[in-house]
């Protein structure tokens, strides 16, 4: 009843990695980004000054479930320029051109864009409120995200802001995600914060 035998090592468990990348939709690096690894193991990690991620010495044979987050600093980015442009969408003057962007405009998180969004804004620029209260800072979306309706993004509702991995059996790479920053419809805010 031996458990144990000189002379052979014990057979190391088969492992893999996940990673990825998170940049903004206009192609700028996400560094410091919390992502969170849930399923067959936990573990949380930060971007690095790149944007990449990555989760070693993960067991085969798992799912996984890799999202992330950041809700701080609403303001980064928004201004009254913002709500200018997001004035004319409403309007129909002058629609905004991506739908990165009218997903951006969303900043009560009602899946459309209407002039409470406009107010939402103000209030975070005046001060009146710290953060915008229905939806965190930055939203996220697995990078290979396409629309059927890129004029409205919302039909046939939004994808998950997380990527799903099932039975895990060898590295993963190209886990990658774009970050949208609420209320930032011109592009300008810094992606580290």
């Not at 995200?145 to 099932?166: E, H, M």
């Amino acid at each position: 009843n031996a458990l144990t035998q000189n002379g052979y090592a014990q057979p190391a468990p088969a492992l893999a990695s996940i990673s990825g990348n998170i940049s903004t939709h206009w192609g700028a690096a996400m560094p410091n980004v919390p992502v969170q690894l849930s399923g067959g193991a936990t573990a949380s990690v930060r971007t690095d000054a790149s944007g990449n991620f990555t989760f070693p010495n993960l067991p085969l044979g798992q799912n996984y479930t890799v999202t992330p987050a950041r809700d701080t600093n609403d303001l980064n980015g928004v201004s009254t320029f913002d709500l200018s442009v997001i004035n004319k969408h409403v309007l129909g003057v002058e629609n905004l051109d991506s739908p990165w962007k009218i997903i951006a405009a969303d900043a009560n998180g009602s899946n459309s864009v209407t002039t409470i969004d406009i107010v939402e804004g103000r209030k975070v620029i005046l001060g009146i409120n710290a953060d915008f209260p229905a939806v965190p800072a930055w939203r996220f979306f697995p990078a290979n995200t396409t629309f059927a309706n890129p004029a409205n993004p919302f039909s046939g509702g939004l994808p998950a802001g997380n990527i799903q991995i099932t039975n895990l059996q060898q590295n993963t790479t190209g886990v990658n995600f774009k970050g949208v920053k609420v209320a930032d419809v011109n592009n300008n805010a810094q992606g580290g914060g």
